[in-house]
């Protein structure tokens, strides 16, 4: 099973009940060496202060999520968000394409802007040094999110681009090309995200599980990102009104066991 | 837009209203030429009587709903329900896959396990001059409804038993590589529904929209369904607790308003 020290927390994971510099306290208090912080905590706690309790506490950062949304247009926002990600030593900004324009059903077009705009922020990324890692997310939230839907429409945007992918297991699990589609994402991958899949799922954004307490078969899907070269951080990302609830010690403290025994 | 002839009422746009009686006087009074029953429907009323009923307020039968759930097991029911559709004089009978097996987490296992089982059941549907229709579901139900959740994947199992599909705009409207899918299975398409994806969307099952309420781009997965050879019924099957609760008469006049003017 996963080797705890590729234990990454992404902070959503108790987003409701800690601050950025409660998270890396949690962090370095369980024993955790990686942390994933989305943007609104970075700016909640300051840029600087951030990175430097981070360094402090002898943490590492293995992404920032996130960019992108392009198609409700903020361009200088994912400037300022692949700054972000190089002052804190970030290797990859998660990138979430967005969803349908308000107003649009044209998906097409949509996917269009992404891919235009993706190929504007590019040079920028790679200027600063970090790698823009392009998230295909589940097709349950094409409409309002994110209208790339799987690992190979989001390898035949990132190819051209030279862009990095992130891979949530929440996100892939059920999709049938899944095992040729991460194989030919080799040397492309530049994070891969746990947590579970609930039967019944009561809410399409906001009920993940927590690894172990659904039904993706997480192990396979680690085994098929290894064997496409990655090696790095796993991050758990368990977006949850269940687990916000609960007292995140025990959060973090039960994402450690499952981690061992269920990734 | 289409044309009002083509329009079939899938019974459980009002399953909670109407007994199929009712539903087959509604398409009568409301100058709907088409119906597609739910296998429960025709079970409450009595096949026979169903069968009759339908013959003489002049409609026919588009297909029936539906068959498959392999993987939770039931192979002689599947049989019933080819014999059903055979006896409503219905082309088709829609299948559904079936999710994972109950404490299973091994989706390629149970994709073998629909495979083998459609294997088995094709030849006794070609002698009862009845299509099985694969219907794609959408990623969503992987785990609990249907693990086929994409049109290429639903055609890389019928072509070799020489099997039909049944498409759906809610389950299909997403694919990225829809154009091409539905484009390979010319000739092959035996049903085509549709409804609206609703943003936000409230319930993963039962809170489809109407068409013209949500987000799809129908006419353009109905060109698509065309260039692909099919010009038979559309079925209008609207899975919503908010429809169950409107007045019937209304869901089917509005049905019709929206099938002329969004599909």
Redesign the interface.
């Known amino acids: 099973m996963a080797d705890l020290a590729r234990l990454s927390l992404n902070t959503i994971t108790v987003r409701d009940q800690w601050t950025l510099a409660q998270c890396i306290e949690g962090c370095a208090r369980h024993g955790i060496r990686w942390i994933e912080p989305w943007r609104d905590k970075i700016a909640e706690y300051g840029l600087n202060n951030a990175a430097r309790h981070i360094r402090d506490a002898g943490l590492s950062v293995s992404g920032v999520c996130r960019g992108g949304l392009f198609t409700t247009g903020a361009p200088d926002d994912n400037r300022r968000a692949i700054d972000e990600a190089a002052a804190l030593g970030a290797p990859n900004l998660v990138i979430v394409a967005g969803g349908?324009p308000a107003g649009?059903?044209?998906?097409p077009a949509a996917?269009r802007i992404v891919a235009d705009a993706l190929a504007e922020l590019a040079p920028y990324a790679r200027a600063a040094g970090v790698a823009l890692a392009l998230e295909p997310l589940?097709?349950?939230t094409?409409?309002?999110r994110c209208v790339?839907?799987?690992t190979?429409?989001a390898l035949e945007l990132a190819r051209p681009l030279d862009l990095q992918l992130a891979l949530d297991v929440y996100h892939i699990?059920?999709?049938?090309?899944l095992e040729p589609s991460i194989a030919a994402a080799a040397g492309r991958i530049a994070a891969f995200h746990v947590c579970d899949?609930l039967?019944?799922?009561r809410d399409?954004v906001f009920d993940r599980g927590m690894m172990g307490d659904?039904?993706?078969?997480i192990p396979r899907i680690r085994a098929l990102v290894e064997s496409a070269g990655y090696s790095g951080p796993i991050g758990v990302e368990i977006l949850s009104r269940a687990w916000w609830n609960r007292d995140p010690d025990e959060v973090l403290r039960i994402a450690r066991e499952r981690f061992s025994a269920c990734v």
Do not use: E, F, N
């Open positions: 349908l649009s059903k044209d998906l996917r589940h097709p349950m094409c409409a309002d790339i839907s799987t190979a429409q699990w059920w999709d049938p090309t899949w039967v019944p799922t399409t659904g039904v993706i078969d």
